[in-house]
């Protein structure tokens, strides 16, 4: 349907409701998409950083063992040995926590679209019963002021070439003339 129908009906408002309603949708999940983005990278520097810091903190460990003359005991490789570990799962969690604030912002998108989705088809499920509900008030108005007593109007039969008064036998899709 469009035209004038729609418009008396409020139908057109309507859709042009839930048309910008998921417009607007689309473009939080857009700067969603955006934020998962940047927390990712955020994520990559905050790593890089770390192992960099990583390094600085294992080498002055060998240092103050070296300087204490510890650097062949076994007590020194241990010390070594948790020193990295720690280092690399503190770099590990920084990679999760970025990946999961991504993975939120992910999420958030998604859930935006589909609200988006949701409120344009609830817009045209309201425009059809707008238009429903336009019809039927005319189609009661017109039998309560008598438009359908007595002969019908002539509507032609389809291909004929008949039809309405000042149409010049024109054809519409609905194959009536």
């Not at 129908?5 to 057109?12: I, N, P, Q, R, Y």
């Not at 998962?36 to 460990?61: D, H, N, P, T, Y």
């Not at 679209?113 to 949701?118: A, D, F, N, S, Y």
């Not at 059809?128 to 017109?142: C, D, P, Q, V």
Request: charged share 20%; aromatic share 4%; glycine share 16%.
């Amino acid at each position: 349907m469009g035209g004038v129908f729609e418009t008396l009906s409020g139908a057109k408002g309507l859709r042009a409701e839930g048309k910008s309603a998921q417009n607007i949708a689309n473009f939080n999940a857009a700067v969603a998409l955006q934020e998962a983005e940047a927390l990712r990278a955020k994520a990559g520097f905050a790593q890089k950083r770390q192992a960099k810091r990583g390094v600085q903190i294992k080498s002055a460990l060998t240092a103050k063992l070296g300087a204490a003359g510890g650097i062949g005991s076994l007590v020194a490789g241990d010390l070594a040995a948790e020193q990295a570990a720690e280092l690399e799962l503190e770099n590990l969690l920084i990679g999760f926590e970025g990946e999961i604030l991504a993975g939120r912002a992910e999420s958030q998108a998604e859930l935006d679209i589909l609200q988006g989705k949701i409120a344009k088809q609830r817009s045209k499920t309201a425009a059809r019963a707008a238009n429903i509900k336009f019809g039927t008030e005319i189609a009661t108005l017109a039998a309560a002021g008598g438009l359908f007593k007595g002969k019908p109007p002539n509507v032609g039969t389809p291909g004929t070439g008949g039809g309405l008064p000042g149409l010049g036998g024109k054809r519409f899709l609905t194959g009536f003339t």
